[in-house]
């Protein structure tokens, strides 16, 4: 199995910035990709940024400019920094990762999900 945790949501004003952080354990083998998702209240979980194994990543339109996903191949770990944040990047952001386990059983792993709230 492979263990998400997250860390880093809390509120924050329009204009300010947050650090979201998530470290992956457990018997892994390869990781593909590392990614946050956002999940509004009463809307779906939306993806906000991804970067692969190769370092490409995709970014929702809404965040393009403002937030940054990087990750550390050595420690397992994905971060998002996000910047000139907006009432409307309210929500409880979820790190997601996928590759292959030891074994070489795919996994696709989820994240218990940290709340960041932005006031206007």
């Known amino acids: 199995q492979v263990q998400l945790v997250e860390s880093g949501g809390g509120l924050v004003q329009a204009g300010g910035s947050l650090r979201l952080s998530c470290a992956a354990s457990?018997?892994?083998?390869?990781?593909?990709?590392m990614g946050w998702y956002r999940q509004a209240p009463g809307k779906q979980r939306d993806l906000v940024a991804v970067?692969?194994?190769?370092?490409?990543?995709t970014y929702a339109d809404s965040v393009k400019g403002r937030f940054t996903i990087s990750r550390d191949n050595a420690k397992n770990t994905v971060s998002l920094q996000m910047n000139s944040l907006k009432p409307e990047d309210t929500g409880v952001y979820y790190c997601?990762?996928?590759?292959?386990?030891?074994?070489?059983?795919?996994?696709?792993?989820w994240g218990q999900g940290t709340q960041v709230t932005v006031s206007s």
């Open positions: 997601n990762v996928k590759g292959t386990e030891i074994g070489g059983r795919r996994y696709d792993s």
């Open positions: 970067i692969i194994s190769g370092g490409g990543t």
């Open positions: 457990g018997s892994i083998f390869s990781i593909n990709a």
